[in-house]
């Protein structure tokens, strides 16, 4: 089996796959890194999605040996486990932006892809459309899009959490 | 109101480990040297099964068994069954057919398993089920309910697909009330198929214990107590106490998670056989062939009314299809669950409905959030709807004009409501939606060519499930009560222990909030425990919004339990009699004296036991409790849609939402909130966008989440949310329940402004741009004949 090597959560790591090996599988199977889910087999619900070099990427849909010599980031690898929560992980607790839990660190890593490409001031249109990509079957997405548009500006006020992410 | 306590919206105990990845649902749980299940199913919706030639398939790389039907037979494994007994108007009691985990001669629906794999990859075992030889005689299918009893026969036992033909209410008193109507609305209604789509979906993972003989089983379940049970005493795959079921973090289950599915009975039948952990997990398209679907209903409706719109009487005749068998619950739904919620809000002298259940080759169907109440909101809501219209009434008024007033009231239908004020929520609703406002807006739509409507849903559900005795009498195979166990430390800390089981309710918050103000504790120091067997010895599970309702009544009565205990324990510590002991704010107070000892010594006294030392008291402080409700509980509310249409294209946005609901006690609100707005969406999806399709060679068209229309962010709008409060008599806490009230109440919201909007009432479900633009194509020519 060809071998991998990419850098997650700031660890370098590497693993002997197959070639039709995904990258989720990759993250969850070979790296024990749950967090990151499978909703569905047509890209359609983001539940999988982490960053791959710093952009949101659906990773069922993205085999592991497509990310050699990759950076990726994981909802794991967010925080300090040590530290204080992301801003945008806050934003979703404080605002109740989930229920079962499932679809919230695929939501969290969408979300953070909004606020890099459209900036801290995010409006409730904007952050509907840009969330096209994301389901939830729980919250109505009410809460999720209050939440990302506090978590967006709590990132732009800067603080402990986002340079430790960062 | 204490931060922490009833009522405050505190956040979530749950929320730290989903929000940093630290979630442990099914398909997280490893365990060593696991394998893995891939299942062969069926192409065909309806075929014999000529062959199956595994020996292709065995000598795949990676390979550990190939399971067919007949080893499952040759094994005595027993089948899945329906767990409530449901009688036809002739007495003769339902059809149930036999529902093999792995199917034995005949496959009745696309996705029928026929053969598991057991491999060491999922990789590996896919490559080995594409090997599986399954030679089939293909036979004609039938998928339309309506059509069933001209259709092929799909089981022995079931002539013409009819599982029963039952009724309620007085059919006779009905036609009289009829005969003396001044009016009479009638409706042609379809109530569409829905598939539940919980984002984690269904998975299993079973062990076999060789040393102990006893098996465990971890599965995406919303009540694993109830999963043991069917397992172990129907299915007969191990006895009941070699037998564990652990449900663990759930994402999200709306019903399609209570029900007990061929692919855990398989994975814990083929653990012991292969002496291998075995996980499957389910990819979205085994959901949408599998998981069992909700509503599809097929319904005539009219309603009699007398000069002044007020109502004399309705019936219905529906038919309802429950798929090609017959999934746990699935008997209830179109029966108990839905003619018993015909009077709605009103006082409705008569009520009288029919309901032919039937197979056909479609997945099964069971409860999907609402479970029957949906359905019966929206014959009763679009029936008040279209009266009001016809008679030139104002909708609201004629609501207000048959509300039932007074307390309680029996209604023809079973339901005896306890408490309730609907004048209140809808006024409130009214006025939160500035319906004062709403011409001024619909003319202001029309000049940017929008049609604005607006329509209203005054419903009502039966929450609380279940007083066991009243479920028992209706046919139901168990009782619904609930039990709870609090322990308490030695240093203090609680554990509570429910057989309810949260995915996705935030049960460790709210539970928690209730000891932490009964026992004056900091909310830190309570945890809450579900979904294991072997920690909570009995549960009935969270489906029916009764949660709160039951399960934390069990744990008021538990509570109740501990403080008259711990006040003997403080009796002994402070030396005076147990009946001069106050405990109030996590203090035990000699009456009348500064004696006093706190929360934690009692607690520690209790155990240490140095006071109390051979007397009659025991040491501990563990209290459990079963809390059987004395009725049901009966939310209500009002929910109001405004929708806009474009004229040209017939797409219909959601401008305004808002709503009023009663759910009696409130915990907390932010959890009551997110609740209702989830609920709302799940109504809104059914209104405008899902539906599932079969074509009529029984092929689900709508198979995979690019085909069938889920609701996204952009789809929905924000939500006016506000509560009004009659607290429920039937419980110590008051409370009546939110978990379902969106999805029963917005359907009909959502069509009656459609409606409203384009002036007619030929609108079906999911009304989507086509659908609305054909309405408002056919209804053209009348209405142009009429401006003429």
Known sequence: ?166 | MSATGIGAAVRRKEDIRFITGKGQYTDDVVRPSATRAVFVRSPHAHAKIKSIDTSAAAKMPGVIAVLTGADLAGDKIGNLICGWMIHSKDGSPMKMAPHPALASGKVNYVGDAVAVVIAETQAQGRDAADKVAVEYEVLPAVSDPAKTKSGPQIHDVAPKNTIYEWSLGDQKAVDAAFAQAKHVTKLDLINNRLVPNAIEPRAALAEYDAGNDSLTLWNTSQNPHVARLVISAFVGIAPEHKLRVIAPDVGGGFGSKIFIYPEEVVCLWAARKVRRPVKWTADRGESFLTDAHGRDHVTHAELALDGDGKILALRAKTIANLGAYMSTFSSSVPTYLYATLMSGQYNIPQIYCEVDAVYTNTAPVDAYRGAGRPEATFVVERLVEVAAREMGLDPADIRKRNFIKSFPHQTPVIMAYDAGDYNASLKKAMELADVKGFNKRKRESARRGKLRGLGYSTYIEACGIAPSQAVGSLGAGVGLWESAEVRVNPTGTVEVLTGCHAHGQGHETTFAQLVSERLGIPFENVSVVHGDTDKVQFGMGTYGSRSGAVGMSAIVKALDKIEAKAKKVAAYMLEAAEGDIEFKDGKFTVAGTDKSAAWGEVALNAYIAHKFSGQELEPGLKETSFYDPTNFTFPAGCHICEVEVDAETGKADIVNWTAVDDFGTVINPMIVEGQVHGGIAQGIGQALLEGAVYDKNGQLVTGSLMDYAMPHAHDLPSFKIGLTETKSPSNPLGIKGCGEAGAIAAPAAVINAITDAIGTEQVVMPATANTVWMAMQQAQPAQRVAAE
């Open chain 1, 1 to 166: 089996m060809p071998a991998v090597s990419m850098t997650v959560n700031g660890k370098a790591v590497k693993g002997d796959v197959e070639e039709r090996t995904l990258l989720v599988q990759f993250l969850r199977e070979d790296l024990r890194l749950t967090g990151t889910h499978v909703g569905c087999d047509t890209s359609q619900c983001g539940a999988c999605v982490v960053h791959i070099d710093g952009i949101a990427v659906k990773s069922c849909t993205t085999l592991a040996l497509q990310c050699e010599g990759a950076n990726i980031t994981t909802i794991e690898g967010l925080a300090d486990p040590n530290g204080p929560l992301h801003p945008m992980q806050e934003a979703f607790r404080e605002h109740h932006g989930l229920q079962c839990g499932y679809c919230t660190p695929g939501m969290i890593m969408a979300a953070l892809d909004i606020v890099r490409r459209k900036g801290h001031d995010l409006d409730e249109k904007t952050i509907r459309e840009q969330l096209d990509g994301n389901i939830c079957r729980c919250t109505g997405y009410h809460n999720i899009v209050k939440a990302i548009a506090a978590g967006a500006k709590a990132m732009g006020r800067g603080g402990p959490a986002r340079q430790a992410a960062e």
